[in-house]
């Protein structure tokens, strides 16, 4: 990026909370049904239909806002957000514009800087419109989802920024347990603001609005292409004319943001008081609601009790499944080392390779704990293990099932070994004869020789020790 700008981002952020039924009504809230089965009067925005509280919503709003130090207002306030399109069944949205559940919150990046939150607010969700061809159809399921947008200062700086940020958000609500905050099913969505202006400049930029990205390359992606759109239209001097207050998309397939609206102002929605409803007030026994251990300060700890290198906590504290997989092996006496490189290594690489999460992983922690063990024990070597976990990908068996079916059980038998040793030896006196003129690099083939005549068996630590007092 050209150092001759600074760039301001802000993000918003919709988490669809993960509450059986709807905000405002007893629908309910699952995926993937069939178009306009859960629907009724209110989410349908029939008249004469009223809107009830959720109140378990709320409570998943208190729980966010206690996770990044924020302030909860004991009272809140809906209002009307007034616009027009074919998946809002009411023409209006009910959402909190004056008095938010939850204000005044940061995240902090790993380098220590502060990025703050203006507001978490409750809103219902709108529908879902679908294109097939030259025909567009609306399914209302999705209407009156309760959601949790999330507004940010304009505090980061580039896109690195806003992606670490938005990864934290993302660890946060799955931590809590209040959404799964699946991308692709549109459970945790953003909405981009993005400005540029020249270094040294206090006013801000002109600002655009990139909507609804669903993957953190896709954001990082739009926030660039973006971002070396304003600086072009600075350099040429067209900023003001090809740079406007607007909403735009990101074309995945092109890489390109293209515009789709001008962007509204508050004024435009035309808020007022929601009149069926009266202001919120958050129950007592909410504030002291008890969150679980996020991931900065699980990450921290694992660091501290477990010894692990700083990438390593992260990888292993990223999504609360793993965390849990590793505390798993860890409760089953594997040493944090161990389960680290087995986990985070061998079982998570073969996942991704075949597309599946760790949470329907064919490998639960107790049989990956247990090739662990096998391979300290020495029944198995470190070769070993990874043959059997490639069976368990494949086969529902026990781990000593495996290894029998394999057979990858070691020979430790040290007299046993020593009598392989002695016929290498004995096969190989030119080799013995230069490995003790100085060609200590031999050492390996004889290793391997013995390996060889064990068809892979031998305990490889027993090997080296009886060859290097044979050789000495």
Request: glycine share 6%.
């Amino acid at each position: 990026m050209n150092k001759n700008y600074e760039v301001v981002i802000g993000l918003e952020v919709h988490v669809q909370l993960n509450t059986k039924s709807k905000i405002f009504c007893s629908c309910p809230t699952s995926f993937g049904d069939e178009p306009n089965t859960n629907t009724c009067p209110v989410c349908l925005g029939l008249p004469g239909a009223l809107p009830v509280m959720n109140k378990e919503a709320v409570k998943k709003a208190v729980m966010f806002g206690k996770a990044v130090n924020a302030k909860i207002n004991k009272i809140s306030t809906f209002e009307r957000k007034n616009y027009f399109y074919p998946d809002l069944p009411k023409g209006y949205q009910i959402s909190q514009f004056v008095v938010p559940i939850v204000e005044n919150g940061e995240i902090i990046l790993d380098s220590g800087k502060k990025i703050g939150i203006t507001r978490a607010h409750l809103e219902e969700d709108a529908g879902k419109n679908i294109h097939e061809g030259d025909v567009s159809k609306v399914d209302l399921n999705r209407a009156g989802t309760p959601l949790l947008e999330i507004v940010s200062e304009p505090d980061m700086r580039s896109s690195d920024e806003a992606i670490e940020y938005l990864k934290k958000l993302h660890a946060i609500v799955r931590y809590l347990g209040i959404s799964d905050a699946n991308m692709q099913e549109g459970s945790f969505r953003c909405d981009a603001n993005v400005s540029v202006r020249p270094k040294g400049q206090k006013e801000f930029g002109t600002r655009v609005e990139i909507k609804n990205l669903n993957s953190f390359r896709f954001i990082k992606q739009a926030i660039e292409y973006e971002i070396e759109r304003h600086i072009e239209a600075y350099e040429y001097d067209e900023y003001e004319d090809e740079v406007v207050q607007e909403t735009r998309l990101f074309d995945t397939k092109s890489g390109e943001t293209k515009s789709m609206r001008g962007k509204e102002e508050s004024a435009d929605y035309r808020y007022f008081p929601e009149p069926d409803l009266l202001p919120l007030e958050v129950p007592d026994e909410f504030f002291d609601i008890e969150i679980p251990e996020l991931p900065d300060e699980k990450k921290k700890r694992y660091m501290e009790e477990f010894k692990l290198k700083e990438y390593d906590a992260g990888v292993l504290t990223a999504e609360p499944a793993l965390a849990k997989f590793f505390e798993e092996m860890i409760e089953l006496g594997v040493e944090p080392a161990a389960a680290n490189r087995w986990l985070a290594i061998e079982l998570l690489g073969r996942l991704n390779k075949a597309g599946i999460s760790i949470e329907n992983s064919p490998v639960p922690a107790k049989k990956l704990a247990l090739i662990a063990i096998r391979e300290k024990e020495a029944v198995i070597s470190g070769a070993g293990g990874k043959k059997v976990l490639d069976l368990l990908m494949e086969e529902d068996i026990e781990v000593d099932e495996a290894i029998e079916k394999l057979g990858l059980k070691q020979v430790s038998d040290e007299s046993a070994i020593e009598k392989m040793v002695d016929e290498v030896l004995s096969a190989n006196e030119d080799k013995v004869a230069e490995y003790k003129a100085g060609k200590e690099k031999l050492f390996g083939f004889f290793v391997g020789q013995v390996m060889k005549a064990s068809r892979g068996k031998a305990n490889p630590q027993i090997v080296n020790k009886i060859l290097k007092e044979k050789l000495k």
